[in-house]
Every structure is written in C-alpha cells, then in structure tokens.
C-alpha cells in the first residue's frame, strides 16, 4: 500500500514582526534583510500560546480537511525543535486535546527537515499496515529561542503549524519514494546549547544567554545549496523520474537564495517552485506543510502532478519525498 496525503491544516499567530520593527530594536535595514533572506515579516505566537497550542489547531484542521474523526487515528507524530517542556511529549499533549484517545503519539526532532522525516516513517508504518491514519504535525515557536538583539539569526525565523493526515491511497498515487540523510559533523553550526544534559540550565547558562539559537549561517548556507538540488535528484531516481518530470517543487523556506539555487539545480522555472518565505520566514518543522498546504489553497497543485518536497535542518539533517498527488485532492 502507498501512503498519500488526504488532508491538510495549517495555523499561523497573528502577531506579526516586520523588517521594519526589527530595524528598530537591531542593526538591520529592511533591504539588507531581503536581499540576503527574501523575508518581508515573520508570525511571533502570544506569551500564552506553546508549540502544542498551534499544532492543535493545526491538526485540528487537518482532520476536518479529511473528514477523518480523532478516534479513528492510530498515530501522532509531532515534529518540533521547541517542544511544550523536555518530558512528557508534545504529541502526548495534542493527542488528548484532539480527544485522539486510541493514539500513539512520539515528537520527533530533526530540525527543519522535522516533517520529511515524519511523512517518510509514516508512510513506512502504513505500507506494512501496522497503522491506517497517521496525523503528521510541524509545530514551532521558534520566537522562544531566538536572541533578538543577534541580527544574523533574528531576522530568520517564525513561529506557526502545519498538520498532514496520511492514508492508504492506489497504488498509483501518494508517496512513490523518500530518503533521509545525516551528518553529524555538522552539528555545531546550528545548535541551542544549553537546557540539556550536557549543559543544564544554571544562572551562568542564562546569563551568558546559552539557551538562544546560535547558527554558523555561511556553513549552513553551503550545506543547503550542495545538498537541496542533490537530494532531489536521487529520490526521483529511486522512484524512476527524472528532472523533467517536476509539476512542482515544494522546497524548505529558509532563504530565497537557497530556494533559487536549487530551482537551478532541477532546471526548474520558479512558476513551478513554491515560495512563501517572505510572508512566515523559517518557521523550520512547519515550513513544508505550510508551503505545501498554501500551494493547494492557490490551485497549484492538481491531481495527477508529480510533487518534490525538499528541505535541510541542523543536524545536519536533510530528505526528500516524491509524491504524486491523488486524483481530485486539491
């Protein structure tokens, strides 16, 4: 059996931080943010609203788009990097609120690429029919752990939700191919240092601000630019397609320039390139599900058309899914 995509949902805070706010609290100028990010603003969730707050709503809306009622979920995943608190898991959090009582329910965490790597375990635990419904949220209040005084990260990131029910579809449809891939060399250029094991929370971890993000931006930068288009490629291989074959491209958004590259990279034009980083900047987990959900919305994705969806995240983590949308799904 194939797993596709039969529902969607997507949830955004209405706080919203623009290049011109944050030109008056950093050294930032408006042009100088988008023409290194492409981002114009970003949504910041309420003081009161943690992660599993918005991907409730989310997965809410999810379950609504399919039809599907919560008992009738055998699995949540919730992919975050800011979870409600270290232990229990978020997803245990949503799974009572949904009232999804006959769930198992785990995060994953494996930065931005979060939702790739959820949507590919899925689609493994339906292929063997282990589980029939499996409700994949990215979720993200990455507003909690940014340092905004720190203009090389503030200026990227956003907080909202992104919620996928996966079923069995034809044999023809749904999830023809994925890979994942890590490389743990990379793991210092994008971390929050401190609240674990190896640097617990203390007054001196707070006060030399360690439980801020901290990113080398140039090494992650080379790493999505080599590894997006390469991803691609090898995942169309493995479900015996080739560049040409596209209908669209539903990238991480993280930077326009990276999301450009790789557009060249496939030799795709960007009419066919999803792109709504300049509305919701980085929103990491929630990145591919609201890029992709937005991309229905918009009609530009029809039943029938072959999707790529590609991202990158610390780690260094990053995957690739081949999905050919269900007839009359859009």
Partial sequence: MNAGIVGMG?????????????????DVSNDWIIERTGIRERRIAEPEQATS???????????????????????IIVCTNTADMTFPA?????QERLGARR??????????????????LSSQFIATGAYRTVLVIGAETLS???NYQDRNICVLFGDGAGAAVLRPVASSSGILAFRLWADGAGAPFLTLPAGGSRMPTSQETVDKKLHY????????????????????????????????????????????????????????????????????????????????????????IKGGDLIVI??????????????????GKN
Wanted: net charge negative; aromatic share 6%; with cysteine.
């Fill in 90 to 94: 978020t997803a245990c959090l949503v």
């Fill in 103 to 120: 769930a198992a329910a785990f995060d994953l965490v494996a930065g931005c690429t979060g939702f790739v790597y959820g949507v590919g």
């Fill in 213 to 300: 993000a901290t990113m080398n931006g140039r090494e992650i930068f080379k790493f999505a630019v080599r590894t997006l288009g390469e991803a691609a490629l090898e995942v169309l291989t493995m479900a015996g397609f080739n560049q040409s074959d596209i209908d669209f491209l539903v990238p991480h958004q993280a930077n326009i320039r990276i999301i450009e590259a790789a557009a060249r990279r496939l030799n795709l034009p960007m009419e066919k390139v999803m792109v709504n980083v300049d509305c919701y900047g980085n929103t990491s987990t929630a990145s591919i599900p609201l890029a992709l959900h937005e991309a229905l919305q918009e009609g530009r």
């Fill in 53 to 75: 707050d918005l991907a409730v709503i989310a997965g809410e809306r999810a379950l609504a788009d399919a039809g599907v009622d919560p008992l009738e979920v055998d699995l």
């Fill in 10 to 26: 997507t949830y955004v805070p209405e706080g919203v931080l623009t290049n011109a706010d944050l030109e008056k609290i950093v």
């Fill in 310 to 327: 590609v991202s990158f995240g610390t780690g260094l983590t990053w995957g690739a899914l081949v999905i050919k949308w269900p007839d």
């Fill in 144 to 146: 909690r752990v940014i």
